[in-house]
Nanobody, 115 residues
Framework: QVQIVESGGGLVQPGGSLRLSCAASGGIFRLYTMAWYRQAPGKQRELVAGITNIGTTNYAEPVKGRFTISRDNAKKMVYLQMNSLKPEDTAVYYC?????????WGQGTQVTVSS
């Protein structure tokens, strides 16, 4: 089973950018579907973006055109480039790795968008 560590969160002003990183270890990374989720205070965790093992991507409507998910199988990394950030993007962002019935989560990284 793959282990995951996220990084790259922080405080950014509205309109700014951040890039989140997700480092994976263990498992056969290239086979996994990877995704970013987020959870804001008082809200349920929601899918932000996903990328399959063959590079097909999907995005939640609120982030389409602003966020980009990518992966580097050689480095076992997944990235989330977030542009034009809004206060409503404030949340803890989690990386997820899924393969068949297995499901792994990182500890999360806080993103705060505020002036």
């Amino acid at each position: 089973q793959v282990q995951i560590v996220e990084s790259g969160g922080g405080l950014v002003q509205p309109g700014g950018s951040l890039r989140l990183s997700c480092a994976a270890s263990g498992g056969i990374f290239r086979l996994y579907t990877m995704a970013w989720y987020r959870q804001a205070p008082g809200k349920q965790r929601e899918l932000v973006a996903g990328i399959t093992n063959i590079g097909t991507t999907n995005y939640a409507e609120p982030v389409k055109g602003r966020f980009t998910i990518s992966r580097d199988n050689a480095k076992k990394m997944v990235y989330l480039q977030m542009n034009s950030l809004k206060p409503e993007d404030t949340a803890v962002y989690y990386c997820n790795a899924a393969l068949g019935s297995t499901d792994s989560w990182g500890q999360g990284t806080q993103v705060t968008v505020s002036s």
